[in-house]
């Protein structure tokens, strides 16, 4: 897409306004200017917008503050081709030099990620000639710029030829080999270790990265006790597809040494399943099941409790005794969570479902309820469940259970399914609460698309038929509705002539607004109506 085509055009007069306010002293003005600065630079062309914008903007004279840097540090991204193209990159590097001397990381990092759009632009030859050294340069300096250089090389280095890509492999060992001989705990030294641990994951998959170099980084980056760092190195974990042993060893070294860090080992459990696939190794795996299962934060326990349906094929005695345990957890995300997972977890389903039945909460029957449909065991406990959580639950629980209907609908033969829940069906039409009748309408909508017309004129028009009588009008009016969306009009003469003369103007609109225009008869009665609103649709209708 052409982005130039989108910029807005300006006079004369305002580009000078523009310039003169990149270092207004107004914020607003100075924002704005700075935003428009594509626009300026595409008003005085490549030459001067090197020679005059740029050195205007980035002036030593007129230090940018941090908004306003951060908005040039974006800018940057787009300024290729506005200073020549391609050819002029060298002399656009300078520019990002200066930003990367500016004293905000945020500032540092987003300029770091221009250069990065931009080098996607760059023959092979340019890069090699001016971003490789000026990368190598960054790289060489004490804090900030080496944080910035290794950013830089792990979101360059693929373009990058073979000569240079694994020059790049060993600086970022270099790297982390120089950080782990020093003091650790420095702020730089985290910050540079974090950016590597996090962009590692996507170089390691390049097919040129030396897998060697991979498991080495992998072990440096493992020796450091900050969870920022990692956090990020089970997923490169799962993304080395070969099977070697040193895996087991860096995450036991990182489990053990981290047993404490929540997030580091809501981490590993997240991609154990990935990483077994590839590295089978039962010891580590027993060893996380069994610290995990018992561990003191809650979400520690509700992201094991997603995972049980995969240790369960591997540890089905040990996964049980979690199960157990995890039925009856004082956090009801547990508990909820627990329910979810019940149906892909196959020994002692029918067990640990008749206990889940027993839990008040109504998050958890919800996830109870969807666990039988899915599972198909304990259907006997169904009626009397789904019959006590719509006595008991609050309004979006209730909304729930007609999407739980519509997935039982599926699995069981429509006489079984009318017969056990009839009742229910018809307590979800005349609920208070509108949103539960309006969901227990559409489940009708989706039975007749599953079950056929006939069935639906037999086993449930009848239920619709008799709340078309019901003493609240809302429930008549909706009764009409759902008989006219069902397409049940012509056999249900009796209602619709019934709601016609309905003395609630509510009831009879819904005809005068949704009656097919077949019906001459009635929509001529209701345009002469007594209620004007009645009589406008219904001539609007039959117009």
Avoid at 113 to 123: A, D, H, Q
Wanted: proline fraction near 5%.
């Amino acid at each position: 897409m052409n982005e130039d085509k989108y910029l807005p055009t300006f006079s004369p007069n305002e580009i000078n306004k523009i310039v003169a306010d990149f270092h207004s002293t107004i914020h607003n003005d100075q924002m704005y200017a700075l935003s428009n600065l594509k626009n300026v630079a595409k008003f005085f062309g490549p030459d001067r917008t090197l020679t005059e914008i740029l050195p205007w903007v980035l002036n030593k004279n007129h230090p940018l503050s941090f908004k306003a840097a951060f908005r040039v540090a974006q800018s940057l991204a787009f300024m290729l081709d506005l200073v020549g193209g391609p050819e002029k990159f060298n002399n656009l590097l300078a520019f990002f030099n200066y930003m990367f001397g500016n004293e905000h990381e945020a500032v540092r990092i987003e300029t770091a990620k221009s250069l990065t759009k931009i080098c996607t632009k760059i023959p092979q030859s340019l890069l090699v000639a001016h971003l490789y050294p000026f990368v190598r340069y960054l790289v060489d300096q004490n804090s900030p710029l080496d944080v910035v250089g290794a950013f830089l090389i792990c979101n360059t280095i693929d373009l990058f030829p073979d000569n240079e890509f694994h020059i790049f492999c060993q600086v970022l060992l270099m790297i982390c080999q120089k950080i782990t001989t020093v003091d650790q705990s420095q702020s730089n030294n985290i910050k540079v270790f974090v950016i590597i641990s996090t962009e590692l994951h996507k170089i390691i998959t390049l097919p040129r990265f030396n897998i060697n170099i991979t498991f080495e980084l992998i072990k440096l980056l493992a020796t450091s006790t900050n969870e920022r760092i990692l956090i990020p190195i089970p997923s490169s974990l799962a993304a080395i597809h070969q099977n070697i042993e040193f895996c087991n060893y860096i995450f036991t070294q990182i489990f053990n040494a981290n047993l404490q860090s929540v997030k580091v080992i809501i981490s590993l459990l997240e991609n154990v399943d990935v990483i077994y696939q590839i590295h089978p190794h039962k010891e580590f795996l027993i060893l996380v099941l069994n610290s995990c299962s018992k561990n003191p934060d809650s979400k520690v326990r509700v992201i094991l409790a997603k995972k049980l349906p995969f240790f369960s094929k591997i540890f089905p005695t040990e996964v049980q005794s979690i199960v157990s345990l995890y039925i009856k957890d004082p956090e009801i995300l547990v508990r909820e969570t627990i329910a979810a997972s019940i149906s892909e977890i196959e020994l002692n389903q029918k067990q640990n479902i008749s206990e889940l039945a027993k839990d008040k909460n109504p998050k958890v029957r919800v996830a109870t309820l969807e666990c039988i449909c899915k599972s198909g065991n304990c259907y006997e406990l169904l009626t009397p469940l789904l019959t006590d959580t719509i006595a008991l639950c609050n309004w979006r629980t209730k909304k729930s259970i007609s999407q739980i209907l519509v997935s039982l609908a599926k699995n069981i033969s429509s006489n079984q399914f009318f017969t056990d829940y009839r009742t229910i069906i018809n307590a979800l039409l005349v609920d208070g609460v509108k949103e539960v009748r309006v969901a227990a309408e559409e489940l009708l909508i989706e039975l007749k698309n599953s079950y056929g017309e006939k069935l639906m004129m037999t086993r449930v028009l009848p239920i619709i038929k008799k709340n078309a009588k019901h003493p609240d009008y809302k429930i008549r009016q909706e009764s009409i509705h759902l008989i006219l969306k069902l397409g049940f009009e012509r056999d249900c003469m009796d209602v619709i002539l019934a709601g016609a003369k309905d003395p609630v103007p509510n009831v009879r609109m819904v005809l005068a607004r949704e009656l097919p225009e077949r019906f001459n008869a009635i929509l001529n009665k209701l345009k002469n109506d007594q209620d004007p609103d009645v009589a406008m649709l219904a001539k609007r209708n039959n117009s």
